[in-house]
């Protein structure tokens, strides 16, 4: 924490998890990952935008193969709530059918996102189908649903850096930090 205080953004209040504790997290999810997916190829589905940097630190951290492929949502409008209406705003590549997704998220909070994705790729006919969320706001769930992976478990409260934004900006603060109020 003490680390970014020099750089700490003005709009951010305190540091939650900085950029080291991030690393060997993610680190944790990669080898376990590379243990439960031995002999097989998942394909790691990011959802698009927050979960960039997540996705593309998790995947030098894993030893088996894999493919990656993004979809794309949006339930925010960039703001601090959600809508409550999901819009699919690019859908994936490849085809799911057999396949062994891992979805990759940034953080779970209401789960209507995942909810959605669920419903609509197991519609699919994938083999298998997981979730790997880096931060679990669970007690903002307002649909009932489990990430198999999971980096952190947060409090309630406004998150940013680490590829997740508030307005599009942020997404490049290398921690995961609280905003201030009222901005
Ligand atoms: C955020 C986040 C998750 C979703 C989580 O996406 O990246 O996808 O909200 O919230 P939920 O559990 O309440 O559905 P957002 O719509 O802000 O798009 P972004 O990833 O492009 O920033």
Redo the contacts with the bound molecule.
Sequence with gaps: MTKHSVSLHPDVEKVLIDSAALQARVRELGAEISRDYEGRVPILLG?????VIFLGDLLKSLSIDCWVDFIG????GGGRH?TGE?RLLLDLRESAAGKDLILV??????????HYLLDTLKARNPRSIEICTLLDKPK?RKIPIEAKYVGFKIPNEFVIGYG??HQERYRNLPYVGVMKSGK
């Design positions: 959802i698009l935008k927050g979960s949502v949006s339930s925010y959600s999901v998220e940034d953080i779970m909070d209401s789960g209507l996102t995942l903002c997740l934004d």
